[in-house]
T-cell receptor
Framework: GIQVEQSPPDLILQEGANSTLRCNFSDSVNNLQWFHQNPWGQLINLFYIPSGTKQNGRLSATTVATERYSLLYISSSQTTDSGVYFCAFTGGGNKLTFGTGTQLKVEL | DAGITQSPRHKVTETGTPVTLRCHQTENHRYMYWYRQDPGHGLRLIHYSYGVKDTDKGEVSDGYSVSRSKTEDFLLTLESATSSQTSVYFC?????????????FGPGTRLTVL
């Protein structure tokens, strides 16, 4: 199956800092999505972004399908951004496969 | 937020007992999914449904069955719970034309099998 690597696995930021999270894929993927799981376990869909760039407030995402990667940008981070960020995709079938996530902690 | 509820939110049971988890949606979405989340494995698809009475297996379906008799309800049953099924279970829905459209998740059910 398609291998996915999320980086970095862990990240600690000071409030107000910017960050870039990355998903690399071993092959072409479809239906790329980004999720945030907050410290209470709730999973929130951030972006459905099979290609191109989208922005939502302080968050934006870019997927370059031809180069097999997707990026999630967090600007002016806040403590409420803490949690785990997952990318997810389908690789030819209809099953959504999740990456192992990036654990983010934003400190005051 | 999508209207998805899961019940129960927490459950402790003993090995060998049957367990049913319920997912209820108020969005009239076509697709519903059950995932489990475990440390080191991330989220893995158990079963999904693409309509009333239409279901299919996911990545880790052994030991689980599902039913969907109404659009709004998707049940996950562990016929005889085992300790390896201790996990956090998430229900998700999507309402697009394709099974892989944007998914929205419920709050999760933490299941402990002793």
């Amino acid at each position: 199956g398609i291998q996915v690597e999320q980086s970095p696995p862990d990240l600690i930021l000071q409030e107000g800092a910017n960050s870039t999270l990355r998903c690399n894929f071993s092959d072409s993927v479809n239906n790329l999505q980004w999720f945030h799981q907050n410290p209470w376990g709730q999973l929130i869909n951030l972006f459905y972004i099979p290609s191109g760039t989208k922005q939502n407030g302080r968050l934006s995402a870019t997927t370059v399908a031809t180069e097999r990667y997707s990026l999630l940008y967090i600007s002016s981070s806040q403590t409420t951004d803490s949690g785990v960020y997952f990318c997810a995709f389908t690789g030819g079938g209809n099953k959504l496969t999740f990456g192992t996530g990036t654990q983010l902690k934003v400190e005051l | 937020d999508a209207g998805i509820t899961q019940s129960p939110r927490h459950k402790v049971t003993e090995t060998g007992t049957p367990v049913t988890l319920r997912c209820h949606q108020t969005e009239n979405h076509r697709y519903m999914y059950w995932y489990r989340q475990d440390p080191g494995h991330g989220l893995r698809l158990i079963h999904y449904s693409y309509g009333v009475k239409d279901t299919d297996k996911g990545e880790v379906s052994d030991g689980y069955s599902v039913s969907r008799s109404k659009t709004e309800d998707f049940l996950l049953t562990l016929e005889s719970a085992t300790s390896s099924q201790t996990s956090v279970y998430f229900c998700a829905i999507s309402g697009g034309d394709y099974i892989t459209d944007t998914q929205y998740f419920g709050p999760g059910t933490r299941l402990t099998v002793l």
